[in-house]
């Protein structure tokens, strides 16, 4: 986002503060507005030619940057949840109410299983997530599918 002098465009394509269209004027016409108005001249993209720029009152676009890249950067956080191919009945129980808790809270989760390098632990592990996904077909969807490679296998679960 640029603002006032920092906008460089010879002519811009300018919104008022009421959400008016003003048209295309020249830059040095947008900043005399902006000044006449009290208010700053914003210009959100440089893709288009003119660029689309807006008069805002002062302060109010550097207040409204965090809380837009708050909301929309913010990736998902996803929570790893590490296994072991030859995992005990009640071990499994428990991974499997802790992996319910997170998805029911809005979180995702990525069930990585680590494997040792014995043969036939990669089938193992993937027989292990496939059940796994299959009980907890009511708390959350696969992602992606279940990725067997050298060390690991892993699976990204999001919650419903």
Not at 29 to 43: M, N, S
């Amino acid at each position: 986002m640029l603002m006032n002098e920092k906008i460089k465009a010879s002519e811009v394509l300018l919104t008022g503060l009421d959400g008016e269209q003003l048209g295309v004027v020249s830059r040095e016409e947008a900043l005399a507005l902006a000044k006449q108005a009290k208010a700053d001249l914003v210009c959100d993209s440089l893709m288009s030619s003119p660029p689309p720029c807006r008069l805002a009152s002062r302060g109010q676009a550097k207040r409204q940057t965090p809380k837009a890249k708050k909301e929309d950067g913010a990736p998902q956080k996803v929570k790893e949840i590490r296994l072991t191919a030859g995992i005990e009945q009640h071990d499994y129980e428990t991974k499997q109410r802790q992996i319910e808790k997170l998805l029911q809270s809005g979180q995702a989760a990525v069930l990585v299983v680590r494997l040792q390098g014995r043969r036939g632990e990669g089938e193992q592990a993937k027989e292990l997530l496939q059940r796994l996904l299959a009980d907890l077909r009511s708390a959350g969807t696969p992602r992606t599918g279940i990725q067997v490679s050298g060390k690991q296998a892993a699976v990204v679960v999001d919650p419903l």
